[in-house]
Nanobody, 116 residues
C-alpha cells in the first residue's frame, strides 16, 4: 500500500535551516508529482511547495518563495524540502502528499518548531 514517511523535523532557532525528507513506497514514485503541506495549531493544512514527477517544475507559496527549496531523488523514492531563514510562523506539522487516481495520500507528519 501507499506509504509516505516524513523525517527531519525538530526545534530550530529563527534564521536557522532544516531539511525534511519524505520516503515513499507502494507506488511508482517517479510518475507522480509530490507536495509539502504545513498545518499550524488551529489552522487548515496549507500547501507550501510542489514538484513535478521529473523534478523539472516546482512551485511555492508566496510566504516561502526564495527561502524553501523542494527537490526529489527518484532513485531513492524520496522528496525533500530545504528550509532556510526560518521564521516563527513556519512552525507547524509538515506533511508530504501524493495524489494517485484522484485520492490524496498523506504521511504522518513531522513537527517543526521555530523558536529561540
Amino acid at each position: 500500500q501507499v506509504q509516505l514517511v516524513e523525517s527531519g523535523g525538530g526545534l530550530v532557532q529563527p534564521g536557522g535551516s532544516l531539511r525534511l525528507s519524505c520516503a515513499a513506497s507502494g507506488f511508482t514514485f517517479s510518475s507522480h508529482g509530490m507536495m509539502w503541506f504545513r498545518q499550524s495549531l488551529g489552522n487548515v493544512r496549507e500547501l507550501v511547495a510542489s514538484i513535478s514527477s521529473t523534478g523539472d517544475s516546482t512551485s511555492y507559496a508566496d510566504s516561502v518563495e526564495g527561502r524553501f527549496t523542494i527537490s526529489r531523488d527518484n532513485a531513492r523514492n524520496t522528496v525533500y524540502i530545504q528550509k532556510n531563514s526560518l521564521k516563527s510562523d513556519n512552525t507547524g506539522v509538515y506533511y508530504c502528499a501524493a495524489v494517485l487516481s484522484q485520492t490524496t495520500y498523506w504521511g504522518q507528519g513531522t513537527q517543526v518548531t521555530v523558536s529561540s
